[in-house]
Structures are given as C-alpha cells and as structure tokens.
C-alpha cells in the first residue's frame, strides 16, 4: 500500500495555494503598485519630471537624503556595539536591553515623536533652556534627526544579534588566545562574519529612514521646502489635490523599496552561495 507522506500535498492543493497566494499579491500589492504608476505618469512624462524636479520636492529630497546619512551611520555603530554586548558579555540587565531594542517596534512612531515634542518642544522638559540659549530641535533638522533614530535603531541590531549568536564566541576567543586586542578580534573576526547581516541590517534602517512617517510627521512641524521629508511632501500634494504631483514623488518611495528587496535577495544568495562552498 502505498503512503503518501503527511506534509506531501495534492496537485491540486499546491495549485490552489499558489493561486491563491499570486492572487492576494496582485490584488495587494501589484495592481496598486501599478496604479500609482500610471497616475504619476498620466500627463506624460515631462509632468513627471517636473512633479519630482520642482523647488519644494528637490528640497524633501535633500532633507531625506541627510537625515537618512546622518541617522543610519549612528545606527549601525549602535548595532554592532549592542549586538557585541549582548552576544559576547554576559551582565545584569541583558534582557531589559534587549526589551530597549524592541521598544520601537512596539511603541507607534506617533507616540515617540509626541515624546521628542514632551522633551524639547516650547513647553517641553527642557524647552525653555532651548528657547533661551536659540537651540532648535523640533520643527527643525535635529528633532527629524532624532525621531528618526529612535524609530529605526533595532534594524542593524536585531539582524546582528542571532548572527554573532550563532557563530558564538569561541573565535574570538581563539583570537584573544593568540594575541590579539579586543578591537582586532573585532576588526578582523566578527566583522567579516557578520558582514552579510549587517548589509542586510543596513538596507532595511536605510529604507525604513527613507519612508518614516508617523514620528517625523510629529517633529517636523510641516514647514514646506524646509523640514518636510519626501514621505511628508507626498501628503501635503495629496491634501492639496495634487495627485498626480504626490503620486509622481511617490515613485521615489516605490523604487527605494524595489532596490531594498533585489539587495536583500542578492544578499540572501550570496550568503547562501558562501553556505554551499563552506
């Protein structure tokens, strides 16, 4: 008699999955994708790139770019300081660490920039101190700065930690063993080891500095050519029933996030390819 295995489905059923799954994905994901598409490029072309060219989008692009060189290089020396710490030194307190670098996947970014606004805004913890001494960091590049920091912070750290985790922490040891400093089994052990997920980590904070919106929606204060990010100029378009201009800028976003998954799937075959040779 023959058995088929437990997990072993039926054409039929592995059909209907995949089907099914293709069929959310388009009414999900590519059909809106395409319509965004097709709105920003329906007067033709040279709206499009008067759309994505003029004073005010220029600007939300330049402010975006900044913070996103500003926020993610603080972010991947956090990363790999916290993943160290974490995955080489046992201490009191690792766990309420770990639960810090979560905070911002279960805080909404609308409360942590509310929290920046509490700490510095004009009526804030230390707002007055800021108002005497002329230091702006809401409604100005430092406030942006910050939320967006706070907001992106766990994404180098979380793809480090279960990589040194799983390497453990013998070849470091090994290193220290034959002489060399701390800094150098760093240097010349982990990073290499950990060079794809921390690439990997490095995509995801920069995509997701790029598209925040929530918590720099709070601090920025919405000045127009000033401190509005791209994801904030696509709003302010959209309100004034420009959509053909906001869906325009909104490609941008679109053809971040298209790059952000062929790096991730190049990433992801390289360290597969690494495996298969190792």
């Known amino acids: 008699m023959n058995h088929r295995p437990a997990l072993a489905e039926t054409p039929l ?43 005010d989008a220029l600007a939300a692009i330049q402010l975006t770019l900044i913070v996103t060189l500003i926020a993610v290089p603080l972010n991947i020396v956090f990363g790999l300081a916290a993943a160290w710490a974490v995955t080489k030194h046992d201490f009191r307190g690792k ?38 001494n002329d230091i702006k960091i809401v409604f100005a590049l430092p406030g942006i700065v910050l939320a ?25 040891l090994a290193a220290l063993t034959l002489g060399a400093t701390g800094m150098q089994a760093f240097r010349l052990v982990t990073l290499p080891n950990v060079r794809w997920a921390l690439m990997h980590g490095i995509i995801l904070c920069t995509a997701r500095a790029i598209g925040e919106f929530g918590a720099v929606s ?5 000045i127009r050519g000033e401190t509005n ?45 690494r495996k298969v040779v190792a």
């Open 13 to 55: 059923a592995r059909y209907a999955l995949i089907g099914g799954a293709l069929t959310f994905l388009t009414v999900f994901l590519f059909i809106p994708l395409g319509l965004v598409f097709v709105t920003a490029f329906k007067d033709g072309v040279d709206v499009y790139l008067a759309s994505i060219t003029e004073p």
């Open 95 to 132: 766990g309420i660490l770990l639960a810090v670098i979560d905070l911002p996947f279960a805080v909404s970014p609308v409360i942590s920039g509310m929290v920046f606004i509490l700490l510095f805004g004009a009526s804030g913890v230390i707002g007055p101190f800021l108002a005497d």
């Open 148 to 172: 967006t920091i706070f907001v992106t912070f766990p994404y180098v750290a979380r793809e480090l930690i279960p990589a040194m985790e799983a390497r453990g922490r013998e070849p470091e």
């Open 218 to 222: 709070v601090v920025s204060g919405h």
């Open 229 to 273: 990010t791209v994801p904030l100029h696509i709003e302010i378009l959209y309100n004034e029933y420009q959509f053909t201009a906001a869906f325009a800028v909104a490609t941008l976003l679109v053809f971040v996030a298209i790059l952000t998954l062929a790096l991730k799937s190049f990433i992801a075959w390289r360290e597969s390819q």
